[in-house]
Every structure is written in structure tokens, then in C-alpha cells.
């Protein structure tokens, strides 16, 4: 979440957490309980192939997109 508060200072946490919800029941992510230094175990999320597929190809649209706007000229 730091790294994610870092990028996006405006993004609430239960919108990420909505969303790896959304991505683990589709089964883009599964789910592991991690021990920590001190408190209870904290549950976290790890990619799956599924997912990594899933990924590539969104990023696959995103570079199509960005190609389309950038020969539009618009930058």
C-alpha cells in the first residue's frame, strides 16, 4: 500500500482493496496469509497465470491506445 499511496496519493484504500477483491474472485490472484514482525497475520495477494495473461494483454490495449492518441497528435 505505501508504494501504491506514494504513486497515487488521492486513491483510497478501499478502492484498491475493492479492486483485488474484484481480480481474486475472477482469478487473476490468490491469496496467502503472511506472518509479520508483530500483530496478527495479514493476508496478501500474489498474480496468477490467469492473471499475468490478463495483464499482458491490458497492457497490450493500453500501448494500442496510447499508439492511436499519439498519431492523433495528441500528447
Known sequence: ???????????????VYAI???????GYTE?????TSNGPKRKYYRITEEGRSYLN???SEWKTTLLAV?????T
Request: net charge negative; proline share 3%.
Open 1 to 15: 500500500m505505501k508504494l501504491i499511496k506514494e504513486a497515487f496519493p488521492d486513491v483510497y484504500d478501499g478502492s
Open 20 to 26: 483485488l477483491r474484484r481480480l481474486h474472485a475472477e
Open 31 to 35: 491469496t496467502y496469509m503472511g506472518e
Open 57 to 59: 494483454l491490458a497492457v
Open 70 to 74: 499519439n498519431q492523433l497528435g495528441v
